[in-house]
């Protein structure tokens, strides 16, 4: 149990951050998904539109430090080839 108030506000911020980076990374995977669904239904321009909408979303989660740079850059590699492909 904390004891000191710094180790108690610590507890504290971090639930906040929990929270907050929590949905970030929700929002970040629901515009992935977009794009998954739109690869596997086939719909070549449907996907493209999605990944140009999930590339800034990636971007905005290495920026706020809830994704590193290159899982980011990962995810983006591989997607883009999956709708390269289609």
């Given at each position: ?81 999956r709708?390269?492909?289609?």
């Open positions: 149990m904390a004891n000191t108030p710094q180790a108690k506000k610590r507890i504290r911020r971090n639930a906040r951050r929990a929270e907050i980076n929590g949905a970030r990374m929700s929002r970040i995977r629901n515009f992935l998904k977009k794009v998954e669904v739109a690869i596997e239904g086939g719909d070549k321009d449907g996907a493209q539109s999605a990944l140009k909408t999930a590339q800034p979303e990636l971007a905005r989660g290495v920026a706020r430090g809830v994704l590193h740079k290159n899982t980011a850059a990962r995810k983006m590699s591989r997607l883009t080839k709708v390269a492909a289609l």
